[in-house]
């Protein structure tokens, strides 16, 4: 039987920021950061940076530059699997789940749904595969939207035919995102964007996701709630432990319980995995976060795209700042503080502030 670690809150914490690779001693290249993390979150909100070189920043600092991202996909060292970023290698892990999707089998009600849209529109999907068979990779709006039976949603997918097929088709192996154009995704036929290695089996693929999330993460539940794309639990993987004050249990990756630990202030996207998961986050850290773009500006406690502020092990505050590249300023609106910052945190917390917007190459001013 698996020991049981008896963990405090601090040992958590500093599992979990150990693993997110976010003390002192800072890694040095951009691709070993994301095999730790896993993944880089795509998302189309900017108010400082786009999400995915702002996680890269925060661990890399200014040394890194989002041309090396954009590098990174250009030549396949990084593909986009559903809005996120991963080693191309870790493609063989979620390619066999992706046949498994195109073949019979059970099925939960949505997934029969979809499944059967797509099979009652197999004449346009086999058309958008011919069409990028033979002019390779194009933009949604470049692909027929001849579809026998219309997509219906309550949503704003409603009649979203083209860009939902090619959402299931990459679901199902068939198609990948080839690269960017500007903000257009680009789109191709699978087998040209994957790297043709070996193909793991469902059920290991699945444990070894586990363990690399584990990994990533230090610490989480093996069960939680469902989260859509990439979940926040990791099954089986890594040791059993246990929480001081925290109900339930947790898994831990024992390679992150050893050795010193050496904390920093950091800023955050507000998608950073350290805080991704936001009953975690309140659980391990008492970290209360919402993310606050959708809400009426009166009614914001902290901002429209506020980072959270880390120091050492604690996640202490909350940052509320917009990026004006047309104007050339980084503007500081507040820094919340969860608790009182000593001297020592305030100059720390400044100088990343500082750091922030002379990597943005903007003059910084606070309002």
């Given at each position: 039987?698996?020991?049981?670690?008896?963990l405090?809150?601090?040992?958590?914490?500093?599992?979990?920021v150990?693993?997110?690779?976010?003390?002192?001693?800072?890694p040095?290249?951009?691709?070993?950061v994301?095999?730790?993390?896993?993944?880089?979150?795509?998302?189309?909100?900017?108010?400082?940076?786009?999400?995915a070189d702002?996680?890269?920043?925060?661990r890399?600092?200014s040394?890194?530059?989002?041309?090396?991202?954009?590098?990174?996909?250009?030549?396949?060292r990084?593909?986009?699997?559903?809005a996120?970023l991963?080693?191309?290698e870790?493609?063989?892990l979620?390619?066999?789940?992706?046949?498994?999707r195109?073949?019979?089998?059970?099925?939960?009600?949505?997934?029969?749904?979809?499944?059967?849209?797509?099979?009652?529109?197999d004449?346009?999907?086999?058309?958008?595969?011919?069409?990028?068979?033979h002019r390779?990779?194009?933009?949604?709006?470049?692909?027929?939207?001849?579809?026998?039976?219309?997509w219906?949603?309550?949503?704003?997918?409603?009649?979203?035919?083209?860009?939902?097929?090619?959402?299931?088709?990459?679901?199902?192996g068939e198609v990948a995102?080839?690269?960017?154009?500007?903000r257009?995704?680009?789109?191709?036929l699978?087998?040209?964007v994957?790297?043709?290695?070996?193909?793991?089996?469902?059920?290991?693929?699945?444990?070894?996701?586990d363990r690399?999330?584990?990994?990533a993460?230090?610490?989480?539940?093996?069960?939680?709630?469902a989260?859509?794309?990439?979940?926040?639990?990791?099954?089986?993987?890594g040791e059993?432990?246990v929480?001081?004050?925290?109900?339930?249990e947790?898994?831990?990756?024992?390679?992150m319980?050893?050795?010193?630990?050496?904390?920093?202030?950091?800023?955050?996207?507000?998608?950073?995995?350290?805080v991704?998961d936001?009953?975690?986050?309140?659980?391990?850290?008492?970290?209360?976060?919402?993310?606050?773009?959708?809400?009426?500006?009166?009614?914001?406690?902290?901002?429209?795209?506020?980072?959270?502020?880390?120091?050492?092990d604690?996640?202490?505050?909350?940052?509320?700042?917009?990026?004006?590249?047309?104007?050339?300023?980084?503007?500081?609106?507040?820094?919340?503080?969860?608790?009182?910052?000593?001297?020592?945190?305030?100059?720390?917390?400044?100088?990343?502030?500082?750091?922030?917007a002379?990597?943005?190459?903007?003059?910084?001013?606070r309002?």
């Amino acid at each position: 039987m698996a020991k049981v670690h008896q963990l405090s809150p601090q040992d958590a914490r500093r599992v979990a920021v150990r693993a997110q690779l976010l003390q002192r001693g800072r890694p040095t290249d951009l691709l070993s950061v994301v095999r730790q993390l896993t993944l880089l979150q795509l998302d189309p909100i900017s108010a400082v940076a786009p999400s995915a070189d702002l996680v890269a920043w925060s661990r890399l600092g200014s040394s890194y530059a989002p041309g090396d991202l954009r590098a990174a996909l250009e030549d396949r060292r990084l593909i986009e699997l559903r809005a996120l970023l991963r080693p191309a290698e870790d493609l063989a892990l979620y390619r066999a789940a992706m046949a498994a999707r195109r073949a019979s089998g059970e099925l939960t009600d949505w997934q029969r749904h979809r499944q059967d849209w797509v099979q009652a529109n197999d004449r346009s999907r086999r058309e958008i595969l011919d069409l990028l068979r033979h002019r390779g990779a194009l933009p949604s709006r470049e692909l027929p939207n001849t579809f026998d039976k219309p997509w219906s949603s309550t949503g704003w997918t409603n009649n979203k035919n083209v860009t939902q097929m090619l959402e299931f088709l990459v679901q199902r192996g068939e198609v990948a995102v080839a690269g960017r154009k500007g903000r257009d995704r680009l789109w191709d036929l699978a087998e040209r964007v994957y790297p043709d290695d070996p193909v793991v089996p469902v059920e290991e693929a699945v444990k070894e996701r586990d363990r690399r999330r584990l990994r990533a993460l230090g610490i989480a539940r093996a069960r939680c709630t469902a989260f859509p794309v990439e979940p926040a639990d990791v099954g089986e993987a890594g040791e059993p432990a246990v929480v001081e004050g925290v109900k339930g249990e947790w898994r831990v990756d024992p390679s992150m319980l050893d050795g010193g630990f050496d904390g920093r202030a950091a800023l955050l996207s507000p998608f950073d995995r350290l805080v991704h998961d936001r009953t975690r986050a309140l659980e391990l850290f008492g970290f209360d976060y919402q993310l606050e773009m959708y809400k009426p500006a009166d009614k914001r406690r902290w901002g429209y795209f506020a980072l959270p502020i880390l120091h050492g092990d604690r996640l202490v505050g909350k940052l509320d700042a917009t990026a004006d590249r047309k104007a050339g300023v980084f503007t500081v609106n507040a820094v919340h503080e969860d608790v009182p910052f000593t001297q020592a945190v305030a100059a720390s917390v400044d100088a990343e502030i500082a750091d922030l917007a002379g990597w943005l190459e903007l003059e910084l001013r606070r309002a």
